[in-house]
């Protein structure tokens, strides 16, 4: 039987700060950046099984969403609902299906489905995987951003694929850049880049290593008819953990300790993101 989304919001755990034995707790925000609450999430946090979502009232995007994924309890797949909900705890904070409909923007997965494959049940596995599946989990992504292998979902799939093959635990932090000049597109406005950082315990210490992606070529033909997508429409960079901090107001606390791109104690320059034209380029 397919599994559906619970609708008893109150056993929802959410993010684990010990999940990777350290101290890494949710990330805060900076001073003005705006966080929706509603009557089941007065905190801010939207709490779901195994990651949680902060939401920006204005833009009825989410902010960020921080996820827990464990390698060693991982299933290779299980049933569940592929149908997309709005959450019921924020109503009036999130983009529901009419900004999806009839053109070329995927419900792109901040948290994805085939990280929360993972649980000490199938059970358990199923309803976290149903989870992904609200609206507050999503963002406006270009198809053909979202689907490529060579890009987006190729960078995702590799963070899966090493986490579960060596049987790791991850932290997954993902989230758009929100800068006031993207584009409006049905009331929405739709971010032209995405950022992902990744904490990965191995058996001695803490890797952290930050991502940003820009979907802004693409976005330039929405809503109108495009002879083919542009080569090179989007890029893909690593950065540091600091850089995403300072395009997104979220702020990531001890993780900047893990980075290998933290500029040297008392060094002030942060260094240049740099383009990966492969996955061999990530520098951990």
């Not at 932090?173 to 929100?178: E, R, V």
Request: negative net charge; charged residues 25%; proline residues 7%.
């Amino acid at each position: 039987m397919t599994a559906l989304v619970d609708p008893n919001y109150a056993d929802r755990r959410g993010f684990d700060g010990e999940f990777l034995g350290a101290d890494l707790p949710l990330p805060g925000l900076a001073d003005g950046v705006a966080v929706a609450v509603g009557p089941g999430a007065t905190d801010g946090i939207l709490r779901y099984h195994h990651f949680s979502v902060v939401m920006n009232p204005a833009r009825r995007l989410a902010i960020f969403s921080a996820a827990n994924v464990d390698g060693r309890r991982r299933f290779s797949e299980v049933r569940h609902a592929d149908r997309w909900i709005v959450d019921p705890r924020m109503p009036d904070a999130q983009s529901g299906n009419g900004l999806y409909t009839a053109n070329d923007l995927d419900r792109g997965h901040l948290t994805r489905r085939a990280d929360m494959l993972w649980g000490d049940t199938a059970g358990e596995a199923s309803a976290a995987v149903a989870d992904t599946f609200h609206y507050t989990n999503c963002a406006p992504q270009h198809r053909d951003f979202n689907q490529n292998d060579t890009t987006w979902q190729g960078l995702e799939d590799y963070i899966l694929v090493t986490v579960g093959d060596h049987r790791l635990r991850a932290n997954v932090y993902t989230g758009p850049i929100l800068d006031p000049d993207d584009p409006p597109y049905r009331g929405v406005l739709i971010p032209r880049a995405f950022w992902k950082v990744v904490a990965v315990a191995t058996a001695d210490r803490v890797h952290a290593t930050a991502y940003l992606i820009e979907q802004t070529d693409l976005l330039d033909a929405l809503g109108r008819a495009a002879e083919e997508p542009p080569l090179g429409a989007f890029r893909t960079y690593q950065t540091s953990v600091r850089h995403i901090e300072s395009r997104t107001g979220v702020r990531f606390g001890p993780l900047h300790s893990y980075d290998p791109l933290e500029p040297p104690q008392g060094d002030a320059e942060e260094p240049t993101p740099f383009e990966l034209h492969g996955l061999h380029d990530i520098k951990l």
